[in-house]
């Protein structure tokens, strides 16, 4: 099941002048974590490091190379490091608010030199269930930075096949280490999917065994995941368009070719969630219509119930009257008698009823 937060605009930066750093969002890990990737064709090195003071002096330092440069942040609550990063690396005042805007749509963004990509990235918790949070890559000459809102590692098989030799990413650069942190993206979108289609399938099934309304809540939940997928993946399809068609000189003829897939991949899931859409709105449908039909099968069986006692209650009221002079009242067998007739009258009606397929 999703976990997902509710989507809420803080007023924080309001009167604020463009470009102000304010974190607007939760706080979603305790501690910020910085960790460097540098690679080339011969040589990877992973570095981890838990204040900004010691990233940025190991980036002075002789150490670092010209090689492909992967620095990803884990965190977004602490301004001030944003900033560092931002100083450091000649980030756009602009581009750093947006980052720490986690309520950002997903976006494309090409200035002079860097791309600027905003997706919103989905993630397993600890307790199965599935989370909603922001990631932001800047796209350099030789570098990528990426900004995750949480704390959540969903980049391991990426930095697996970069530390693999013969990988792809040893030949490629910057722009390929992109694509493959958006793919490994867009790859969590279909185990959302996946877990969805399952749990409609489950949701069909109740509710033809029952109307209940733990079904209905059940639905209401679907439909509200599934307009939050819808409102991730649309503008990520536009993004991953946009990409695609940039003339950028970061994003080579290569990569042009994998963007190309991951586009389809996204087209994909686009088509799927709007056939999800559909299926939670005809499921709805269903247990609105399967509720009124419930419902009108009870007022008909009470309709017919008060057809037969009408002439019931005819007769009983008529002999009710407290006239001293009626002519069955002093006949023997009067009582019986008209015992007899509501019954035959009720029979007949019942018999009446039932040729008709009314009961």
Known sequence: MFHLRKEAYSSKTAGLPPGSLVHVGAKKTEKVSITLIEYDEKRFQKNTFENVEEFLNF???????????????????????????????????????????????????????????VMKMFCHNGDEKISAEQLSLILGHGFVISFQEGDKDVFEPVRKRIKMPQSRFRKAGADYLAYAITDTVVDYYFKVIEEIDERLEAVEEDLFAEFSQKVLQEIHELK????????????????????????SPMVSDMTHIYIRDLYDHVIRIVDIVE????????????????????????????????????????????????????????????????WLVMIVIGIVMIIYFSKKKWL
């Open 59 to 117: 980036q002075d330092s002789e150490l670092v190379t010209k090689s492909v440069r992967w620095i990803h942040v884990r965190g977004l609550h602490e301004t001030a490091i944003i900033e560092s990063i931002g100083k450091h690396y000649h980030i756009h005042h602009l581009i750093l608010e947006d980052i720490l805007n986690t309520h950002q749509r997903p976006k494309l963004e090409d200035y002079e030199d860097c791309l600027f990509m």
């Open 224 to 247: 509200r995941e599934i307009i939050f997928l819808n409102k991730a993946v649309l503008p990520l399809r536009g993004m991953i368009s946009t990409l695609e068609k940039t003339d």
């Open 275 to 338: 056939t999800f859409r559909e299926m939670a709105t005809s499921l709805l449908d269903i247990y609105h219509s399967g509720l009124s039909n419930k419902m009108n099968e009870i007022m008909k069986v009470l309709t017919l119930i008060a057809t037969i006692f009408i002439p019931l209650t005819f007769i009983a009221g008529i002999y009710g009257m407290n006239f001293k002079y009626m002519p069955e009242l002093e006949w023997r067998w009067g009582y019986p008698m008209i």
